[in-house]
């Protein structure tokens, strides 16, 4: 299968532990974008990456967020200090983007998510 | 800042039933329109899309229209099966994807 992939599928944890999710994109994509989707409501814009630089940051992300795409291949989503605040589905997405394109729109593709539950 | 508005579910409709799920945006400038579903258990997908003003966009059935004059991208289907049961999603952008709240849509045998 070569969509995109993300680890673990679900995650509990305490409130005040940290946490730290992996996306794999689809291996030719240059872009990868992280959302976080609560219950009831659509998925929220969190931060995108374009190869290995992180290009925006929503006021969503809080201090106690952070990512990573160290090698523009994979990413890294860690939250410190975890807050039952923070349960959601945090999704996973790549696109491919190319400059000198006619068109701004690019497909994201869509992992099946981490689903994060802070007791 | 941009933002996408859709009707609030859940909509429970007959098997074989006209389908509407209403969907207007606030936009500066013109960004590509898209409606995601996301079936029971499964991941968000690109049910279809419309890059500019008077595309229809398509695919299993589903249709919608890119209205500029009333900034609107309304999703229909003249006849509904069970197997359409799920969440849909009015979105919007060219970058980050900016989504309305989504509409449950329970269709009944």
């Known amino acids: 299968d070569t969509g995109v992939s993300q680890n673990p599928r679900h995650k509990i944890t305490k409130r005040g532990q940290n946490v730290t999710f992996r996306c794999d994109p689809i291996s030719e994509h240059n872009r990868l974008y992280w959302y976080r989707q609560t219950l009831g409501q659509g998925p929220e814009f969190l931060t995108y990456f374009q190869n290995e630089a992180q290009l925006e940051k929503s006021r969503l992300l809080s201090d106690r967020f952070s990512a990573e795409r160290p090698k523009g291949s994979f990413s890294t989503l860690e939250i410190q200090r975890t807050e039952q605040g923070d349960s959601a589905m945090y999704l996973c997405?790549?696109?491919?983007?190319?400059?000198?394109?006619?068109?701004?729109?690019?497909?994201?593709?869509f992992g099946p998510g981490t689903r994060l539950t802070v007791l | 800042g941009d933002s996408v508005t859709q009707m609030e579910g859940p909509v429970t409709l007959s098997e074989e039933a006209f389908l509407t799920i209403n969907c207007t945006y606030t936009?500066?400038?013109?960004?590509?329109l898209f409606w995601y579903v996301q079936y029971p258990g499964e991941g968000l997908q690109l049910l279809l899309k419309a890059t500019k003003a008077d595309d229809k966009g398509s695919n299993k059935g589903f249709e919608a229209t890119y209205r500029k004059e009333t900034t609107s991208f309304h999703l229909e289907k003249g006849s509904v099966q069970v197997s359409d049961s799920a969440v849909y999603f009015c979105a919007l952008g060219d970058d980050k994807i900016i989504f309305g709240k989504g509409t449950r849509l329970h269709i009944l045998p």
């Open positions: 936009a500066t400038g013109y960004p590509s």
């Open positions: 997405a790549s696109s491919s983007w190319a400059s000198g394109s006619h068109s701004s729109y690019n497909e994201q593709f």
